[in-house]
């Protein structure tokens, strides 16, 4: 595992936002997933500038969302699809057909499951990137999940619900109390990991996951296994660090 800390959140930007940048101009086909939520959306902006200038294109890009509500159609305007499309996707060139989703409000949520557990299989994740949840969750596997888990519904926790209330929903009513996520297993197969931390909030949280046990009950404690991952935070999530 790498550990970078970087004194400003640009610097950090920069540092994911050109990696993966340089990984798509190295490559014929790039495959890449992408987190919602506040921490990366730096990294967006970054994405954003780089196009507009020039210096990338995303039409070899296959993206594959994280996580989902549950109940919620992709044109909602709170679904993480909207949120990915209004922070990023909208923005650049990638080929509407390369933006691959779990959509939280098919009836038969097992079949969308398997299909988009299938979809990564025959499409392996270049680069996955990641934030840290407030209880230790990647992408909507809450403590509890099994390490080796595929794309499941989950029930959220009350810290995933409360969250939410920053990505825009008016009342704690109105936020679904299900997700759809791929799985601690899904996730793992990503050929590389790049997590992402920021602000003293997740300070706790960044030692635990780096140091502490591996456990089902702090599902981000799994990148410990993963052969390859950069951890990238700022100093203020570092600051627990040894
Ligand atoms: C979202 C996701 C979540 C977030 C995590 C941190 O797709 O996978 O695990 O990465 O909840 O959220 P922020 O960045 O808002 O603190």
Redesign the pocket.
Known sequence: MKILVFDEEKKLDAYVGETICDFIRQHDQATIGF??????LGVYQYFIDSYQNHKVSFQNVQAF???EYVGLKPEHPRS?ASAMKNELFSHIDILPENINALDGSKEDMDEECQRYETLIEQNPIDIQI????MDG????NEPGSPLDGACHVVNLHQE?IE?SL?YGFDHIEDVPTQGVTQGIGTIMKAKQLIMMAKGEKKADLVKRMIYGEVTPDFPSSIIQRHPSVIVCLDRNAASQLK
């Open positions: 987190a919602t939520g506040s921490t990366p969302n994280l996580d993480f990641l934030g840290i949840g969750h990647i992408a909507y995933s969250s920053d």
